[in-house]
């Protein structure tokens, strides 16, 4: 069984649509993440989880919402995207922090 | 801050050839970590390697090998006897603190795509 699970795989929305990036891991890890990778853009950490606690980055629009219920689930939910969202969304866990990070296969969001 | 260097964007080689992607890191901690990762067309980011920065010790798996020098801040990777299969963006990292708190993070170089032609 894969070791990191996303759903969906692949995602249209349109701009006014409210959906939600679904990660799951089954290692035991301990800390989980939500990564961007745009086109010829380095990878985006968007948010970490640590023992369910949140790392907060302001620096991420709150259109983006994260939700990780206990640790081994993850959700990003998803509300008024803009077009310049659209990207690869990778979710990750590893054992603990600073460790090596096991990736989802990602989910592939078009937002129209 | 931390900071991962991937000078090479591109590299296009036969099959069989050898070829090493570089990585420069810039780093204050003492203690850190140093990765590699693939990623191939189908996106997803395999976990390839970990290095403490306390062992300088060269690795060899297979095809892949790792050239660790703390002198020059440089963790490169070299593949031998190249195939069609190494096609990918490889992925260096290096393990750094999150937005000032005691939390950990991967800081990710940009990558260095390789092509390899039949």
């Known amino acids: 069984e894969t070791g990191v699970t996303q759903t969906p795989r692949h995602l249209v929305m349109g701009m006014t649509n409210k959906k939600s990036l679904k990660c799951e891991q089954h290692?035991?890890?301990?800390?989980m993440y939500w990564y961007k990778q745009s086109a010829k853009k380095p990878l985006e950490l968007m948010f970490v989880y640590s023992l369910e606690e949140r790392v907060e980055n302001n620096s991420v629009p709150s259109r983006f919402s994260p939700e990780c219920p206990n640790s081994s689930h993850l959700f990003l939910h998803l509300h008024t995207l803009q077009p310049e969202d659209s990207a690869l969304y990778l979710c990750?866990?590893?054992?603990?922090?600073?460790?090596?990070?096991?990736f989802g296969p990602g989910t592939r969001l078009t937002v129209t | 801050a931390q900071k991962v260097t991937q000078a090479q964007t591109e590299i296009s080689v036969v099959e069989k050839e050898d070829v090493t992607l570089d990585c420069v890191y810039e780093?204050?901690?003492?203690?850190?970590?140093l990765f590699w990762y693939k990623q191939p067309p189908s996106g997803e980011l395999v976990f390839l390697i970990r290095r403490n920065s306390f062992d300088e010790q060269n690795e060899i798996s297979g095809r892949y090998s790792w050239n660790f020098q703390k002198s020059t801040s440089s963790f490169n990777f070299t593949i031998t006897a190249s195939q069609v299969v190494d096609s990918a963006v490889y992925f260096c990292?290096?393990?750094?603190?999150?937005?000032?708190?005691?939390?950990?993070?991967?800081?990710f170089g940009s990558g260095t795509r390789l092509l390899v032609s039949p």
């Open positions: 780093t204050r901690d003492t203690t850190y970590y």
């Open positions: 990292a290096l393990s750094g603190s999150y937005l000032n708190t005691g939390f950990q993070k991967l800081v």
């Open positions: 290692l035991g890890h301990n800390a």
């Open positions: 990750a866990s590893s054992p603990k922090q600073g460790y090596e990070q096991y």
